[in-house]
């Protein structure tokens, strides 16, 4: 068999020689494999974290040569992300790739005392993948909605967990490629979502989107505040952290009036305040309040 024979069997995603390969696992020879394990890391069959053998920065500068040196990168990008979705269909290895990752035996790694990126956050820190990653995490999200546990390998306190680790994968990053792709297919999921996830996700709006994202939330959040009650609380603890433009404050502001609280003077803010009691769920009713007095009293010390 000749070189470019044997290239074509091990496929456009591979890094590493034969001789400097690790065990062979189900995942080795999937294009998933085939571009993390030669870059740096061991994945697990869900009974164990995602295993690093490099540090992570090493290891996602490693996966980024290799879709940019591909001569079809998207659709590279395209194959990983599928062989990704079939990995993460188990919902054992999916909960693992959410969690923190560990240094593999041997391995010249610094962080070995816990605080490593999970596989899903390494990924997002990839520009080439964090589109796709993103998408798959928010589709998976929509799928962890019912939490019966005999849809999944999961016990009911993991599945109630999922939905929060997905969140969180998202928030924080250092860099967001296509953020307005990002803030629509994120609030695409707010509308079908259930209240509890609902909350969670709104509560994150300010720590996924970037600053260029945050006019187009608030205004998403206004429409859905206007057709769902039960999130006051959520919108204006989010609200109150997204940097909005002059004119989308105003447009908020006439729409909320909670959130007026934060630009009126200390002789208004009462009236406007006992004046939107009303339309708080018994649920959101010491959120609001809390909010208003911690208004109130931030005011007043000025």
């Known amino acids: 068999m000749g070189k470019n024979a044997r290239r074509r069997r091990r496929g456009g995603l591979d890094g590493a020689p034969a001789s400097k390969r690790r065990k062979r696992t189900e995942w080795t020879d999937s294009p998933l494999g085939r571009a993390v394990e030669p870059a740096g890391l061991v994945l697990s069959d869900g009974t164990e974290p995602n295993k690093l053998t490099v ?46 990752t560990s240094v593999a035996d041997g391995a010249d790694v610094m962080s070995r005392s816990g605080g490593l990126d999970s596989l899903m956050r390494q990924l997002l820190s990839v520009d080439y993948l964090q589109p796709s990653v993103a998408h798959l995490l928010l589709l998976r999200l929509s799928s962890y909605m ?56 709104v509560t994150a709006i300010p720590e996924i989107l970037d600053d260029a994202q945050h006019n187009n939330a608030a205004l998403e959040l206004k429409s859905l505040l206007q057709s769902n009650s039960g999130l006051m609380a959520a919108t204006i603890d989010a609200m109150s952290s997204l940097n909005l433009s002059f004119d989308i404050e105003a447009e908020v502001s006439r729409t909320i009036p909670i959130y007026c609280c934060l630009h009126l003077q200390n002789t208004q803010v009462l009236d406007v305040a006992m004046g939107c009691l009303g339309t708080a769920s018994v649920a959101d009713l010491p959120l609001v309040l809390r909010f208003i007095m911690q208004q109130v009293n931030s005011k007043s010390a000025v």
């Open 55 to 100: 540090e992570p920065a090493i290891f996602q500068k490693k996966l980024s040569a290799l879709f940019r040196r591909h001569p079809n990168t998207q659709e590279a990008v395209d194959e990983f992300t599928e062989s990704l979705k079939k990995y993460t269909d188990n919902s054992v290895r999916f909960r693992q790739a959410l969690l923190p």
């Open 146 to 201: 019912d939490t019966e546990p005999s849809s999944h390998s999961l016990n009911t306190r993991e599945l109630c967990q999922m939905p929060a680790l997905i969140i969180n994968q998202l928030r924080w990053l250092d860099h967001i490629v296509n953020g307005k792709d990002l803030c629509r297919e994120l609030l695409e999921v707010v509308g079908v979502a259930p209240v509890e996830i609902q909350r969670e996700i």
